[in-house]
């Protein structure tokens, strides 16, 4: 069979074009097929490196939000008594999500970090766009975190640029909008004002976008009022997130329950 093959091909030019033409043709298409396949791995080892740069951007935006907004401190401090810079009593851990919903009451968030990277429960959770939840369950190299769409959860808030203090709850269904609670009737609020956090725990330093003001609704009780919130962040599109380390942590919890031994 291989003899007449060669036989018939040696004899014609054309039958060796068509030959040498059919051959390139299948050679093309497994070059294409495994140009491809490398391409695919390629590409996902990129995203990989280009999702470690984003996580990275993210906090070091988070950083520069804290030591502007104690610069500011400083500034306005006459004698200069804010000089050891307290911008440093947070920082970051950076944590590439595994999992997250949006579509039940109670959302949760799985990261791959853990507490072999210094992560603990009670920590807060953002990315760069604001609030997104708390760590509640920790492993060694992976947490669950209780995300902002959670309704047994709730974040103490503020309106910027006041001292008025409000509890930010989710409500379920729509996972852009969430409420916050207990603002005072006499406090005057806009649509397109800020929400932020407020700064009240070691869970999250103050000032941190939570969202913005889309209406004013009646609250349960007459002295209070209620506002609608659209999120800042949007919690169905997390790639990685960043855990607050607040290095006061410990003290403070010891000062807190200094009564209770």
Same mark, same amino acid.
């Given at each position: 069979?291989? !003899?007449?093959?060669? #036989?018939?091909? =040696?004899?014609s !030019?054309?039958?060796?074009?068509?030959?040498?033409?059919?051959?390139?043709?299948?050679?093309?298409?497994?070059?294409?097929? %495994?140009?491809? %396949?490398?391409?695919?791995?390629?590409?996902?080892?990129r995203?990989?490196?280009?999702?470690?740069?984003?996580?990275?951007?993210?906090?070091?935006? #988070?950083?520069?939000?804290?030591?502007?907004?104690?610069?500011?401190?400083?500034?306005?401090?006459? !004698?200069?008594?804010?000089?050891?810079?307290?911008?440093?009593?947070?920082?970051?851990?950076?944590?590439?999500?595994?999992t =997250?919903?949006?579509h039940?009451?109670?959302?949760?968030?799985?990261?791959?970090?853990g507490?072999?990277?210094?992560?603990?429960?009670?920590?807060?959770?953002?990315?760069?766009?604001?609030? %997104?939840?708390?760590?509640?369950?920790?492993?060694?190299?992976?947490?669950?975190?209780i995300?902002?769409?959670?309704?047994?959860?709730?974040?103490?808030?503020?309106?910027?640029?006041?001292?008025?203090?409000?509890? #930010?709850?989710?409500?379920?269904?729509?996972?852009h909008?969430?409420?916050?609670?207990?603002?005072?009737?006499?406090?005057?609020?806009?649509?397109?004002?800020?929400?932020?956090?407020?700064?009240?725990?070691?869970?999250?330093?103050?000032?941190?976008? %939570?969202?913005?003001v889309?209406?004013?609704?009646?609250?349960d009780?007459?002295?209070?009022?209620?506002?609608?919130?659209? !999120?800042?962040?949007?919690?169905?599109? *997390?790639?990685?997130?960043?855990?607050?380390?607040?290095?006061?942590?410990?003290?403070?919890?010891? *000062?807190?329950?200094?009564? *209770?031994?």
């Open positions: 069979m291989l !003899l007449s093959c060669v #036989l018939i091909f =040696s004899n !030019l054309y039958r060796q074009s068509i030959y040498l033409t059919s051959a390139n043709s299948v050679s093309s298409t497994l070059n294409s097929g %495994v140009g491809e %396949v490398t391409g695919y791995f390629a590409l996902k080892s995203n990989a490196s280009l999702e470690q740069r984003v996580a990275r951007l993210e906090a070091e935006v #988070l950083n520069s939000r804290r030591q502007i907004a104690a610069y500011r401190t400083v500034l306005a401090d006459s !004698l200069g008594t804010n000089a050891d810079m307290k911008s440093y009593r947070f920082d970051y851990i950076m944590a590439p999500v595994i =997250s919903s949006t039940h009451k109670r959302n949760y968030i799985t990261v791959e970090k507490m072999a990277d210094g992560v603990r429960p009670g920590m807060g959770v953002v990315d760069h766009n604001g609030l %997104v939840g708390v760590v509640n369950v920790v492993g060694p190299h992976t947490a669950r975190i995300s902002v769409l959670n309704d047994a959860q709730k974040f103490s808030v503020k309106l910027k640029g006041t001292d008025f203090v409000g509890t #930010l709850v989710w409500k379920g269904n729509d996972p909008v969430a409420y916050v609670e207990e603002i005072p009737r006499h406090v005057r609020c806009h649509l397109g004002d800020s929400i932020v956090t407020s700064g009240f725990s070691t869970s999250f330093p103050g000032g941190i976008p %939570v969202g913005i889309m209406a004013q609704v009646r609250g009780d007459d002295n209070y009022f209620t506002l609608k919130v659209r !999120l800042a962040s949007d919690l169905g599109n *997390l790639r990685s997130v960043s855990i607050i380390r607040d290095v006061y942590a410990a003290e403070l919890d010891t *000062l807190a329950n200094y009564d *209770l031994k």
